[in-house]
């Protein structure tokens, strides 16, 4: 591995591990924290035109094999994508639960497209650039990976009255135990 690519899994931790943080901060509460901003119904709401809900969207449906420059460079703007909406997300110091549900999702698209560039790099015969693109995809889940290491879930709810919270609180740890199913099955 390059020293580039060490130093850019070790920001992508940083940031995973910054962003866990946060939305354990926001569920356990703390006093500093920024209140939940209020956004379009998903992150980069009007970044991909009328047709798409956000850039990296419109890239993952509508990129084509155009040679091994221009097909690498789909990559490199979907994985950019990707983490332009993660700097959403954190703009606020703030990170909320739905907004990691957001995330999620759309890494399942990324992650399905950055294996249909790589796959097509292989097929122009650029192995170094469909390499490269896989080490993206893993950047990409390490940011899950840390994370998941770094978010935390505060005690569930008790009492005859705390229906609501409970409810939140199944929520969050519908999220938590989605998240460690991914980790679990990107490290195996």
Not at 21 to 47: D, E, F, M, Q
Request: glycine share 6%.
């Amino acid at each position: 591995m390059s020293l580039a690519n060490v130093f850019t899994r070790s920001i992508v931790r940083e940031i995973g591990r910054n962003y866990g943080k946060s939305i354990s901060n926001s569920l356990l509460g703390n006093s500093h924290s920024t209140p939940v901003r209020v956004v379009g119904s998903h992150l980069g709401a009007n970044t991909g035109g009328r047709e798409y809900k956000n850039q990296l969207e419109k890239l993952c449906k509508t990129w084509q094999v155009k040679g091994h420059i221009a097909t690498f460079n789909v990559a490199q703007n979907i994985y950019k994508a990707f983490f332009d909406l993660v700097e959403e997300a954190q703009a606020d110091n703030n990170v909320d639960v739905t907004e990691i549900v957001d995330l999620m999702k759309n890494f399942v698209l990324a992650h399905k497209e950055l294996a249909k560039v790589g796959t097509a790099l292989n097929q122009l015969d650029k192995p170094d650039l469909e390499k490269k693109v896989d080490e993206m995809d893993n950047n990409i889940f390490d940011f899950f990976v840390e994370l998941n290491s770094n978010f935390q879930l505060p005690k569930k709810p008790t009492g005859l009255f705390a229906s609501k919270e409970k409810k939140i609180w199944n929520a969050n740890k519908a999220v938590k135990d989605n998240l460690q199913e991914w980790v679990n099955q990107y490290e195996n």
